[in-house]
C-alpha cells in the first residue's frame, strides 16, 4: 500500500476545497433582468429609478430587486414573462433618451462575489442557441436584383454582340426586347 506523507494528503484537500468554492457560483444560474441605460451614454438622473418603480407598480410587476451600477441600472425579476412585460412597459415609458435591455444577472450571493467567485461565461451553443429575427423589406430588395440582373444581361448582349432595343424589369418580371 502507498502511504503519502500527511502535508499531500492535505495540500489535494485544500486545492479540492477551493475549487468546489470557486465552482458553486456556477450552480446558483441566473435572473431574467433589464438594463437600463442613458442612450448618450451619460449618467441616469436621480428621478430614474422612481420613474422605473412607479410604471412597475402601476403595471403590478414586481421585481426581485434593483440595483445601480455605475451609469446603469439592474432590475431582476422572477421570470421572462414579467421580464419581456416590464421592458415593453418602460421603453414606452423612458423613451428614445434610455436604452431598456433584455439581460440575464448572475444570481451568486454576495458573499461568493466578495472572494471573486463567478460563474463560467457559457457560449450561445452551451445556452441553448440565440433567436435572431431579421425584417426584410422583400418589394425592394426584389427590385434590386432585378436591377442587378437587367445590368447584367446588357453587359453580356453588349459583350456578345447581340443588338438589343430594351432590356429593363417591369413588376416582378424582365422584359427583354431584341
Known sequence: MNQYSVWKY???LFVVAIGVI?????????????????SRGFELPI???ATIDS??????????SSEQQGNRLL??????EDQIRAADILRAELGDSYIVALNLAHATPEALRAIGGKPMTLG?????????LMQVDMDTARSQQLDRFVDDIRAVLRDEGIRYISVRHEGNGLLMML
Open 47 to 49: 428621478e430614474v429609478p
Open 55 to 64: 410604471a412597475l407598480v402601476a403595471e403590478q410587476i414586481d421585481s426581485l
Open 10 to 12: 492535505l495540500l489535494i
Open 124 to 132: 450561445l451553443d452551451l445556452q441553448g442557441g440565440v433567436h435572431f
Open 75 to 80: 432590475y431582476r425579476f422572477n421570470n421572462t
Open 22 to 38: 470557486y465552482a458553486l457560483p456556477n450552480l446558483y444560474g441566473e435572473d431574467p433582468a433589464l438594463q437600463i441605460t442613458s
